[in-house]
């Protein structure tokens, strides 16, 4: 299998995502990236899903962690009967898919596709665990391959050496448009909002693109007006939790605001990523609120007085009449035709 992570950032190669070995996952933690390069070891699928839960890995590490947690489910069970392994492993994948609710629907695909890997692999007396890992690794590749076809489409919209603005971390199509661009000589400037609290967009998008050889400038969460204004942004564009097919966009807390700038700006924000068939309306989509504590405070340091109350929505909605196009696989569709996507036959993507 030809390994579609070569050239991209040290965090989005596979074995710094999520990995299964020997009977245990390790995992990245993205939380102290790049200042500290740990990594968090469980040594059970629960606590796989715990590290999910508590945001060790985010963006669509979680897809890869639910994988391995699966292969690590599958060498939990190893001495049981055939039946109760099967029941063992079932009850593994519905923890692990409803890990994070907002993105249960994707996870349920990731993990249902290694519970069906495990059933041949158990009736045909194989290693269940290894042939899940070898199915998560070979998905993993899948979903990069596709996000390098999206990665074109999205470029295509970047002019010559222009500014784009990100918002959060778009894990495997911030490296896969970067690398693009790198193809094309195309030495595009990334200007990052931090993403409060976790600092995704500071920590893991800048990292990602400064591993890749780009000019990547950090601004605070309340300077991307300022910034489309004084620094002459281009482009606008977001990956995207869920994609409903009516046309409106679920991704982290602050993309909304954004996607407003933009438009006053006549800044295009272009949305990327597969639209979520589960998700007809948005009215489908349960909106995670996280531990407030985490805006009362950084890295364990509060920053309020006792008594100070904190409000911690996860994810923010923005409408379709803010999308200039939502950027696929398939090409660049309005966000108000998004049912033509399935209009032709569409491989699996979780």
Request: glycine share 6%.
């Amino acid at each position: 299998m030809e390994r579609v992570d070569e050239g991209l950032a040290f965090m989005l190669r596979y074995e710094n995502v999520a990995w299964y070995e020997k009977g245990k996952v390790r995992i990245l933690d993205r939380r102290i990236y790049p200042t500290e390069v740990s990594f968090v070891i469980c040594t059970s699928h629960r606590e796989v899903a715990k590290a999910i839960a508590d945001m060790v890995t985010q963006s669509a590490g979680p897809y890869t962690a639910a994988g391995m947690g699966m292969a690590l489910a599958a060498y939990e069970c190893r001495e049981l009967p055939e039946e109760e392994k099967i029941k063992y492993l079932e009850n593994a994948a519905y923890i692990l898919a409803n890990a994070r609710p907002t993105t249960a629907n994707r996870m349920t695909l990731i993990v249902n596709g290694c519970l069906e890997i495990s059933k041949i692999a158990i009736k045909s007396g194989q290693d269940s665990a290894e042939a899940i890992f070898q199915h998560t690794v070979s998905s993993i590749n899948n979903r990069y391959s596709r996000m390098g076809v999206v990665a074109k489409y999205l470029v295509d919209m970047f002019p010559e050496n222009g500014n784009v603005m990100t918002q959060c971390f778009g894990e495997t199509i911030v490296g896969m448009m970067l690398k693009e661009a790198k193809i094309r000589n195309n030495n595009i400037k990334l200007f990052c909002p931090e993403t409060r609290p976790y600092l995704q967009g500071a920590r893991l998008t800048a990292s990602v693109a400064y591993d890749q050889g780009f000019e990547v400038t950090v601004i605070t969460d309340n300077m991307p007006a300022a910034t489309m204004k004084n620094r002459n942004i281009d482009i606008f564009t977001s990956a995207a939790d869920s994609i409903c097919l009516d046309g409106h966009i679920v991704n982290k807390v602050g993309t909304m605001q954004i996607a407003i700038v933009a438009k006053y700006f006549e800044v295009p924000y272009f949305v990327t990523g597969i639209p979520d068939r589960e998700y007809d309306t948005i009215s489908k989509v349960k909106i995670e609120e996280r531990d407030p504590r985490h805006v009362l405070e950084f890295r364990g340091v509060k920053n309020t007085m006792d008594g100070v109350k904190g409000y911690y929505p996860s994810f923010d909605i923005t409408p379709p009449a803010l999308v200039s196009g939502v950027v696929t696989d398939q090409g660049i569709f309005s966000p108000y035709d998004l049912h033509r996507y399935f209009g032709a036959k569409v491989e699996k993507f979780y």
